[in-house]
T-cell receptor
Framework: LAKTTQPISMDSYEGQEVNITCSHN???????ITWYQQFPSQGPRFIIQ???TKVTNEVASLFIPADRKSSTLSLPRVSLSDTAVYYC??????????FGQGTTLQVKP | DAGVTQSPTHLIKTRGQQVTLRCSPK?????VSWYQQALGQGPQFIFQ???????QRGNFPDRFSGHQFPNYSSELNVNALLLGDSALYLC????????????FGSGTRLTVV
């Protein structure tokens, strides 16, 4: 599975837009890009998934350039409750998920 | 519609002991996967069960074993516990071996002393 690289941590303030970029230079043709959110002592929760271009749902947007070697998770107008670890995953429908270390997002008042 | 439920939520065991963790999948799901998450790390895949058989396995020793029951619930067993086995153990369920629609439980926090 493609290895991903994302920042270890990020800080933001309430009401700001947060963009977390993930690099995946070795992404395969049939790989999807998926983002999960995890709060302390809870399991990861699916946020968004995409293959190319832009995907938007009620909580986030995912931007994927044409070469698909990176992706950016965009969280609009974050609140304190968005403080969590965000994982970028790349892979196909293999039945298992490969997690990296994730990005710890700290939202400040 | 119940999500994935895990029990117990917390557990303290002594080195060398054995432990059994339990998981009930989300309604409608038939595949259960187990993950180990050490402090400050991302979850690591242990193994996956479907139709009561282990279908794939991560890089974990044979001390880690599992079982799936006809009602799709699952158990994770760890023998000869080591201090390094202290972690959050997560169960995830999905449909027909797929990793799409993965739903995680809140996990069991295992502490080995």
């Amino acid at each position: 599975l493609a290895k991903t690289t994302q920042p270890i941590s990020m800080d933001s303030y309430e009401g700001q837009e947060v963009n977390i970029t993930c690099s995946h230079n070795n992404i395969a043709t049939n790989d999807y890009i998926t983002w999960y959110q995890q709060f302390p002592s809870q399991g990861p929760r699916f946020i968004i998934q995409g293959y190319k271009t832009k995907v938007t749902n009620e909580v986030a947007s995912l931007f994927i350039p044409a070469d698909r070697k990176s992706s950016t998770l965009s969280l609009p107008r974050v609140s304190l409750s968005d403080t969590a670890v965000y994982y970028c995953l790349v892979g196909g429908n293999t039945g298992k998920l490969i997690f990296g270390q994730g990005t710890t997002l700290q939202v400040k008042p | 519609d119940a999500g994935v439920t895990q029990s117990p939520t917390h557990l303290i065991k002594t080195r060398g002991q054995q432990v059994t963790l339990r998981c009930s999948p989300k309604s409608g799901h038939d595949t259960v996967s187990w993950y180990q998450q050490a402090l400050g790390q991302g979850p690591q895949f242990i193994f996956q069960y479907y139709e009561e058989e282990e279908r794939q396995r991560g890089n974990f020793p044979d001390r880690f074993s599992g079982h799936q029951f006809p009602n799709y619930s699952s158990e994770l067993n760890v023998n000869a516990l080591l201090l390094g086995d202290s972690a959050l153990y997560l169960c995830a369920s999905s449909l027909r071996l797929s990793n799409y629609g993965y739903t995680f439980g809140s996990g069991t926090r295992l502490t080995v002393v």
